[in-house]
């Protein structure tokens, strides 16, 4: 057994089982005891011989483990990987009858006393024997190896695009969306839901699913993440014997997603849990709490266990290919979301707690924000969101955001989801950079929910002079048409800047998407060459429901790393251009020289130009 493992003081733990299981009445041996936390003989590999016998334990309700036959069928070579075997073996008792359950990965599997690995696997869906495929405990071990602490800098994936549930899935790796259609996968791991309504759970089941995860209703208690942990090494290992149901908390608070497994090995220190990935992400920070078992629902297709979390017990900080590990005492660091939503002359606030991962928090700030959004009374389509967010991130400015946005007629997507995504994508720029891992100190969301689909289309500009000199004043009326409503009419003055040379000047009126045009070329350019320009960039994005009215002449404007740097000289525009290496630099043709802003209570869209000469 690895020294790391080694225990310097052992925890006698002796609990016999009643006669009787707990919920059957079924009899079985009374010398059957349970397994304790503290060290434990390995069975060796290459003594395990076809029709052994052995006893396997897992909750089928509540948190007690109970025993279940084994038998071993033999060893399938490099099943799990090269040099990684797995092991078949045929279950019995109750397991027979509710099959290989989701959350059942992990529980133990003793011959003789020795531990010989976790049950992990399924074969199939239809087989007429109760199968399931074991990982060697020898190769779980191996993940406590590979522990330590989390890295000051890390490089991340590039941000995920997000816009429908297609794309959904992109936002996480691909690589770990599992076939439900392959004759031997990993058992699916449940995922419980708590505060989350019908509407947000059927759009994004399906991502879930492809996952490798099973989403039921259940319940997982709130302020879990804020929960003290106990300091006393007894009590600790005994809140997670081997065979006892555990979970990994994704998000805590007025909504909580958690997901589980079963413990498979507890040394009073480490626990290593499900053998095989939960995500498969490497190193994790997430809550590790004991669990409860509300039922075990049995099918040939997919049977499930209904968990929930319960108490705080330490943190997951491995997440491997044969398993997770955690650490007994450990807290993990979770972004504490707050959400606010302001509707028909009442307030309502939210607050949740997000485990941090490059690939799975964006995804799960979105579903947050739907949630919220989308699970009060005032929700309805013919609604106007006007949303601020505010990312706080330790060492760098606040990033503060703002956007008012309704639906289009007969859009394919709720409002709510479609303004979550942006939000999800905002964040994940900054979460899933390329540089360093992000220290998100909070996040503050606030919606406010103006009753009726506030949108409208620049129809037309009208200016009272086309001639004017440098300095000159102008007035003007742009006509708007509103949704299902009369037209509009602002009437506006802007001077001409005083620099403005003689010539055209291109006078144009339109909404944020056409002013954000530079900056989101930057953004989705990856042009930004550090943290704090992708912050820089993401603080000088215009809000809509705002009329822009941009004064633009004819010369080169460069577009550098996160800078915008107009009316640049032609010949060093033309050096500019020769020069250019990583495609950090771009060079347009115009240049803006003045902006005017006028505050509309609509979604705007659309854009006209008006060419004014200057003498």
């Known amino acids: 057994m690895p020294k790391a493992f080694a225990a310097t003081a052992v925890l006698v733990l002796s609990v016999l089982l009643s006669a009787q299981t707990p919920t059957t009445g079924e009899t079985r041996d009374p010398a059957i005891k349970l397994p304790v936390a503290g060290p434990v003989e390995i069975f060796p590999l290459d003594q395990l011989r076809p029709g052994m016998k052995g006893t396997a334990f897992t909750a089928f309700e509540g948190n007690t483990p109970e025993p279940f036959p084994v038998e071993i069928i033999g060893l399938m070579k490099n099943q799990w990987g090269p040099g990684q075997d797995i092991i078949m073996a045929k279950v019995g008792g109750r397991a027979a009858k509710t099959g290989v359950a989701g959350g059942m990965s992990g529980s133990p599997v003793y011959i003789d006393g020795k531990l010989l690995g976790a049950i992990s696997l399924r074969f199939g869906q239809f087989l007429n024997d109760p199968m399931a495929g074991i990982t060697p405990i020898g190769l779980m071990l191996e993940i406590n190896e590979k522990d330590g602490t989390r890295p000051a800098t890390m490089q991340a994936s590039a941000p995920a695009k997000l ?22 996968t990993p058992i699916e791991t449940p995922v419980t839901f708590s505060g989350l309504n019908p509407g947000v759970m059927e759009q994004f089941t399906q991502t879930f699913r492809e996952l490798g995860m099973n989403p039921v209703l259940g319940g997982a208690s709130s302020a879990l993440a804020n929960e003290e942990i106990t300091k006393d090494p007894a009590k600790l290992a005994a809140s997670l014997p081997p065979g006892a149901p555990v979970s990994m908390v994704l998000m805590d608070g007025d909504l909580s997603i958690a997901s589980g497994c079963t413990v498979t090995y507890n040394d009073l220190k480490h626990v290593l849990i499900c053998g095989h990935p939960f995500l498969n992400f490497g190193k994790v920070e997430m809550p590790m709490t004991t669990s409860d078992v509300v039922t075990t629902l049995g099918s040939a297709f997919q049977p499930t266990k209904v968990m929930n979390a319960e108490h705080t017990v330490g943190a997951f900080v491995q997440d491997r290919h044969s398993g997770m590990l955690g650490m007994l005492g450990e807290k993990a660091h979770m972004i504490p979301v707050e959400a606010t939503v302001h509707a028909g002359g009442k307030t309502k606030t939210y607050h949740y707690q997000m485990f941090q991962n490059s690939k799975f928090t964006s995804f799960v700030l979105v579903l947050a924000a739907f949630n919220t959004i989308s699970g009060i009374n005032e929700f309805g389509e013919e609604v106007t969101y006007h949303a601020h967010a505010k990312f706080s991130l330790a060492g760098y400015p606040d990033v503060n955001l703002e956007q008012l946005y309704a639906a289009p007629e007969n859009a394919p997507v709720p409002a709510p989801l479609t303004l979550s995504f942006w939000l999800g994508d905002r964040f994940g720029r900054i979460f899933n950079n390329s540089f360093e891992s992000p220290d998100v100190t909070s996040v503050k969301l606030d919606f406010d929910l103006l009753p009726e689909r506030r949108s409208a289309t620049i129809e037309h500009v009208w200016l009272d002079k086309t001639e004017a000199h440098a300095g000159d004043e102008l007035s003007g009326r742009v006509f708007l048409q509103t949704y299902r409503g009369e037209p509009v009419t602002k009437d506006f003055k802007i001077r001409i800047p005083a620099n403005a040379p003689k010539g055209d000047l ?14 989101n070329f930057l953004l989705m350019q990856n042009r930004a060459q550090t943290l704090g320009q992708i912050v820089n960039l993401l603080n000088k994005e215009q809000a809509n429901g705002q009329l822009y009215i941009s004064m633009m002449q ?10 915008i740097l107009p009316s640049i000289p032609s010949s060093v525009a033309t050096v500019m251009d020769g020069a250019r290496t990583n495609n950090r630099l771009a060079i347009t043709g115009e240049s803006m020289l003045a902006q005017e802003i006028i505050s509309l209570d609509h979604v705007l869209s659309g854009m006209q130009i008006v060419t004014v000469t200057i003498k």
């Open 554 to 563: 004819t010369s080169p404007t460069a577009l550098v790393e996160d800078k």
């Open 163 to 184: 816009p429908l549930s297609a794309e959904m899935r992109a936002m996480l790796d691909p690589a770990r969306v599992s076939s439900g259609d392959a004759y031997l």
């Open 506 to 519: 291109r006078i144009q009126f339109s909404d944020a998407d056409y002013v954000n045009r530079y900056h």
